[in-house]
């Protein structure tokens, strides 16, 4: 599934090809979208790489190839404003005459998954909801996240558990977060701030740890516990 942002630039770098024959120039590409920075469109370059939607030409300047369309890029999408949350889960709901009363248990909303990876797009919606012990939580509001991806593995979160998340929008260095880059992507990392500068950190050396402004990174959430289904 492509974000909102990823599917628009795939369509101005497709419509653009067959037009004129010459990709866009990043400077373009970042009107077209209304972006703030050109970093933005190398993210979103380098997404639309590893879903296989785009390719990069070595050794030519401007050169890209668009290596497959989505089934639904069809007409051009039409821009909406951003509700930052989660991409939409997959897990059936479960009938609420079918949850067995329990003590000392409470139940959240999971709002769809959280990338523990390569970032991505987040949007508003209830998927399901589960029942977590109330010791588990917090003061103030709740929600859960289905994890995808394995850069935070070595924290011991994996593919596929379901993270406890207390609203928040500051954490303590250290802290395990939901961060929203730039009101367009959502992750799950670590924070660490020095200075001016925000790094996220994975739990993972096979990613690198990225670093932003303080302008680029929101935190959404912390991390207050894991629910692991075998």
């Given at each position: 599934?492509?974000?909102?942002?990823?599917?628009?630039?795939?369509?101005?770098?497709?419509?653009?090809?067959?037009?004129?024959?010459?990709?866009?120039?990043?400077?373009?590409?970042?009107?077209?979208?209304?972006?703030?920075?050109?970093?933005?469109?190398?993210?979103?370059i380098t997404a639309l790489e590893e879903r296989g939607f785009l390719r990069r030409l070595p050794h030519k300047a401007r050169a890209?190839?668009?290596?497959?369309?989505?089934?639904?890029?069809?007409?051009?999408?039409?821009?909406?404003?951003?509700?930052?949350?989660?991409?939409?889960?997959?897990?059936?709901?479960?009938?609420?005459?079918?949850?067995?009363?329990?003590?000392?248990?409470?139940?959240?909303?999971?709002?769809?998954?959280?990338?523990?990876?390569?970032?991505?797009?987040?949007?508003?919606?209830?998927?399901?909801?589960?029942?977590?012990?109330?010791?588990?939580?917090?003061?103030?509001?709740?929600?859960?996240?289905?994890?995808?991806?394995?850069?935070?593995?070595?924290?011991?979160?994996?593919?596929?558990?379901?993270?406890?998340?207390?609203?928040?929008?500051?954490?303590?260095?250290?802290?395990?977060?939901?961060?929203?880059?730039?009101?367009?992507?959502?992750?799950?990392?670590?924070?660490?701030?020095?200075?001016?500068?925000?790094?996220?950190?994975?739990?993972?050396?096979?990613?690198?740890?990225?670093?932003?402004?303080?302008?680029?990174?929101?935190?959404?959430?912390?991390?207050?516990?894991?629910?692991?289904?075998?």
């Amino acid at each position: 599934m492509l974000t909102t942002k990823q599917h628009a630039l795939l369509v101005f770098i497709h419509e653009r090809l067959q037009a004129t024959g010459v990709s866009p120039s990043f400077e373009e590409m970042k009107e077209a979208l209304d972006l703030k920075s050109k970093s933005g469109i190398h993210r979103l370059i380098t997404a639309l790489e590893e879903r296989g939607f785009l390719r990069r030409l070595p050794h030519k300047a401007r050169a890209l190839e668009v290596v497959k369309l989505p089934d639904a890029m069809a007409a051009k999408p039409k821009k909406q404003p951003f509700v930052p949350e989660v991409i939409e889960g997959s897990r059936s709901k479960v009938p609420t005459s079918l949850r067995p009363a329990n003590d000392g248990m409470e139940e959240l909303s999971v709002l769809g998954r959280i990338a523990a990876g390569t970032p991505i797009a987040a949007i508003q919606h209830e998927q399901n909801r589960i029942m977590v012990p109330a010791a588990m939580l917090g003061t103030g509001e709740h929600f859960a996240l289905e994890v995808q991806g394995d850069s935070m593995i070595d924290a011991g979160i994996h593919d596929g558990d379901t993270v406890v998340i207390q609203r928040c929008d500051d954490a303590p260095n250290g802290d395990i977060i939901v961060a929203l880059i730039e009101d367009e992507e959502a992750t799950l990392k670590r924070i660490r701030r020095k200075g001016n500068s925000i790094a996220l950190e994975a739990a993972n050396p096979a990613y690198e740890t990225r670093i932003f402004g303080p302008n680029q990174v929101k935190v959404q959430g912390r991390l207050r516990g894991l629910i692991r289904l075998y």
